[in-house]
């Protein structure tokens, strides 16, 4: 298994070659491509421990809801309002996100500190595994620069495409 750090570069190098295969997916059925896209992410998140990663955490961060702000407020004692003011700004999308990265509720050993109540978007991320990955695949584009495993996912699924 390649290093973390050494699959994101491969990727960065590989700009191109990405876009070019996101827009072939592009034209496949939606049916087609979650099952492709699921079974590699299967394969892929048996390779791959986020634990000796973290690099969503210390790099990107989720969006927060209403209810993740609520939920976690409540878990750390807090009212959503001093948890957002603490925590929280309001991006360009007028979504909530974390004031800084990395995340401040992740521990040195890459554990996140709220991990029974952590927001929805950490959960699903890299949200590989979801339904109508074709309504989401410019995002998982972006993703692929972020996370060694859709980089990796990305890869498996230009070898079988190509086999
Ligand atoms: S989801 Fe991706 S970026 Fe986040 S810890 Fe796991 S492998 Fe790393
Ligand atoms: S809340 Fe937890 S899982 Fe989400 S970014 Fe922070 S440390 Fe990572």
């Known amino acids: 298994m390649q290093q973390y750090a050494e699959i994101l570069e491969k990727t ?11 827009n072939v997916l592009k034209t496949k059925k939606p049916g087609w ?9 299967e394969h892929v ?27 976690i407020g409540a878990y750390l004692k ?6 957002t003011e603490k925590f929280l700004r309001i991006d360009e999308d007028q979504d909530y996100v974390l004031k800084q990265v990395p995340c401040a509720f992740l ?31 410019d ?6 620069f972020i996370c060694p495993a859709v980089a990796r996912i990305f890869e498996l699924i230009e070898k079988k495409l190509h086999k």
């Open 107 to 137: 521990l040195s050993d890459n554990r996140c500190s709220i991990y029974e109540v952590r927001p929805k978007a950490c959960r699903d991320y890299p949200h590989t595994n979801r339904r109508d990955m074709h309504e989401i695949i």
């Open 12 to 22: 960065r190098s590989r700009k191109k070659e990405i876009r070019k295969l996101c």
């Open 78 to 83: 807090m009212k959503p309002g001093e948890f």
């Open 139 to 144: 995002l998982t584009y972006k993703n692929a």
């Open 45 to 71: 998140f048996d390779e791959i421990d986020c634990l000796n990663c973290a690099n969503c955490c210390k790099t990107t961060g989720p969006l927060f809801t209403s209810k993740d702000v609520e939920r």
């Open 33 to 41: 491509m979650d099952e492709l896209f699921h079974q590699t992410h």
